[in-house]
Structure formats: C-alpha cells, structure tokens
C-alpha cells in the first residue's frame, strides 16, 4: 500500500439512451470502502446505475442496498477482519523485539500470500484492470497538499479528501464531556477500526500519559480498561471522527496514520501525534513529519514519559497548528470540491464515449521503443565501432614504426 490509491476502480463506464449512465464498480474493502461508498451514493443521487463487484465474506459491502446492484464473488476461506487485529499485534511484538527486518519482510509476505489465496479471483480481476491499456481516467485519493510534487499525465485525477465534510453537531453527551474541558480542549485518540484494542503494556503507558495532561482525551478503545486511566480519559467503542476533528476544541489528533484520518485532519486543520502500526501508515505520517504538522513516535516500544513530551510538544508549539491550518486552506482553496471533481471526470467519460485524448500514446509503443532498446543499442554498436576503429589505427601506428625501426637497424 502506497499514496497512489485508487479510490476509485471503474471496470466500466458507459451511458445508457436516458440520462444515467451504467457504472460497474470493482471496491476494496475495510476503510477503503467507506471512501468509495461516498462516491457511489453521489452517482446514485445523479441518476446512474451502479453495479458493484464484492466478495462474500466482505467486512462492510453490503449485498443489498437502495444505491446500488451486486455481483457476489465467492472466496475460498473466510477472510476475516480479526486477522488484520492478529497481524497487528505481531507486528508491534516483532518491532518491541527489534527483530525488524528479515521477519518483518516475511510478516508482510504472509499478508499478501494471505489475500491473493483467499481473494484470487478479485485479484485476477484487479490485475487485468490495472494492465488494461484503455483505461481513461485514474481517480487518485491523493493531492499535494498530501503528497510530494510528481509528474502525472492529464488522465490522472486527484481527489484526496473527498469524502471530507464539515462538522455536525456532537451527541448531546459526547459535547457536555468536550465543553467540560475549558480552555484546554480536548486530545482525540483512534487507531482505525482494526487496531482499536491494542496490547495491554502499551495501553496502560498511553492511558497513563493521557492522565498527566490537563486536556480531555477521548480515546476510541475496545479493550480491556487500562489501570492507569485517569479521569481526563473517556473510552469509546465507537466516536464520531469527522465531527470531533472539526471542533473548535480539538487540540491534536493521535492518529494511527491511515489515509482517511490524515485527510480528515489536514481537512479540519488538526495537527496529529502519530502511533503508525502497519502498512501505508509510516509512509504516510512522514509525509506528514516533512511538513511540520506531526510528531510520530514507535508505539512498540511507547514510553508515558516521551509520549507525555510529544503530546505537550504538539500541543504548546504553534508551528504545528499553524502548519497543518495552513495545509487545510491550501486544500480548501480549490476551484470545485473534490467530490465534484471526481463526478466530472466520471461523467465526462460517460459522456463522450472515454477519454482517449488524455492518456499517454507509449501503450501502443512495443517494448524495445519503451524502453529505448533500440537507440542504446545503436549506441553501443556506434561505441564498439568507435573502439574497433581506434584499436585498427593504433595497431596500424606501431607496425609502421615497428617497421622503420627494424629497417634502421
């Protein structure tokens, strides 16, 4: 996993005689979904018709729904979320051990075994997808304000955090207990829906540097209640991101790294203590890091004593509220949404029958004028000549003065 994610994954897209168009839709699962399920309803709402393509141990996708039709894949196995919380907890073992490397590398081999056995089917289809050479347009959850500056072509479409919306109003409990907080504010905590009960060693230091801060904390976990927790700390099975990111008393966000809470963040300008476990989430809350607007520390071997300093650091310096409220109006002065952005594209292909114009014409090159093979071959057949040549001349040079020397003699 990467920051080119597809959030969108169109296997086709054609316009029927009325006004809708046919829209088959080929999801990930797990959080990858919530985002595309914001982008199938939006179609719906406009009048197209939606297919999509899921499996039948799917964690979220539901079979029936008045947005879309189904095509149900059946898996082999079952393919469970429980695995993912499992992998998890070995993979935090694994780092406290400092046995990173070698075991690691085989950890994420045995996921990805894991899902293309499990999944082969959907995999083979992902993968014709992604070699398909007519694919028009490439819906990206990405943008710069997340992502490093890189050449694309003009078939590629960015769309990071369009499934962001402004804040509703909280619970009527769930306020009380954040304007209980005064002027400190409140520090919010979730690690996703996999990774949300975490070792209890590791529990009891986070519960224990939250009781040592002045500010509220709401802390998204389902296990086991930490002996440390103090009367600062509310535990929840289930909160409301979005919403509590875009309270005017959120402080900081302590965040796993997943792409939908840093868009969420950069969205609602809320800088990010960050606890990355597995997957994109490193590489996405460096990204983070390189823009002054998080601090990440090893949740493997977490100590309250650092956590506690990265917390206030975090809290108390302004460059990094100041950075990330800057990245969210650099995100927000755009000249449409992205969700609108999105719908465009989708529908301009609809509407013109694709959108060959844009894509890169190297598809129909054959792989020798890809990859240049040809012109370094002419190079190095002009080298080798050149050689050849210069070894004949000098060649030639000492047998003539070879020659006149043996005349003199």
């Known amino acids: 996993m990467h920051h080119i994610i597809l959030t969108a994954l169109l296997l086709s897209v054609t316009l029927s005689v009325s006004s809708g168009g ?17 982008l199938v309803e939006e179609l719906h709402s406009r009048g197209h018709s939606i297919t999509l393509v899921r ?20 898996n082999a196995g079952t393919f469970v979320q429980e695995f993912f ?6 993979m935090l073992n694994i780092r406290k051990e400092k046995k990173f490397s070698w075991t690691h590398l085989m950890l994420q081999f045995e996921v990805i075994n894991m899902i293309s056995e499990m999944n082969r089917q959907m995999c083979e289809m992902m993968a014709m997808m992604f070699q398909d050479k007519d694919a028009d347009i490439w819906l990206m959850r990405n943008d710069f304000t997340f992502e490093f500056p890189r050449p694309t072509m003009p078939n590629v479409v960015y769309m990071s955090g369009f499934q962001c919306k402004p804040a509703r109003p909280l619970p009527v409990d769930l306020e009380e207990f954040v304007q209980s907080s005064g002027e400190h504010g409140v520090i919010i905590m979730s690690l996703g829906t996999v990774f ?27 296990g086991a209640k ?3 927790l103090g009367n600062n700390t ?50 996405n809350l460096s990204r983070m890091v390189a823009r002054g607007t998080a601090k990440v520390l090893d949740i493997a071997t977490l100590d309250r004593a650092v956590f506690v300093e990265t917390l206030r650091a975090v809290l108390y310096e302004p460059s990094y509220r100041e950075n990330m409220q800057r990245l ?53 057949m002009a080298l080798l000549l050149s050689v050849i040549i210069i070894f004949l001349a000098i060649k030639k040079c000492f047998s003539v003065l070879f020659k006149k020397k043996v005349k003199s003699d």
């Open 22 to 38: 046919k829209v088959l839709v080929f999801p990930l699962d797990g959080s990858h979904w919530v985002n595309m399920k914001v």
């Open 226 to 228: 930490p002996s440390t």
């Open 234 to 283: 509310l535990l929840v099975n289930w909160m409301p991101q979005n919403d509590l990111l875009g309270h005017p008393k959120t402080k900081v966000f302590v965040a796993h790294g997943g792409t939908n809470g840093v868009q969420e963040a950069i969205y609602h300008g809320i800088p990010i203590v960050g606890l990355p476990i597995v997957f994109d989430q490193p590489d």
């Open 85 to 90: 919380g499992t992998f998890g907890k070995r």
């Open 328 to 380: 969210s109006r650099i995100h927000h002065d755009q000249p449409m949404k992205p969700l609108d952005r999105a719908i465009f594209w989708i529908e301009f292909v609809m509407r013109n029958g694709g959108a060959p114009h844009l894509r890169t014409q190297s598809f129909r090159m054959s792989w020798v004028a890809y990859h240049s093979i040809d012109v370094i071959l002419t190079l190095l």
């Open 55 to 74: 499996a039948s141990d799917s964690w979220y996708i539901k079979e029936e729904s008045p947005h879309y039709s189904t095509i149900t894949i059946p």
């Open 196 to 222: 949300a009960e975490l070792p209890s060693h590791i529990t009891e230091e986070i519960a224990a540097a939250f009781a040592q801060l002045p500010q509220k904390v709401i802390w998204r976990h389902t």
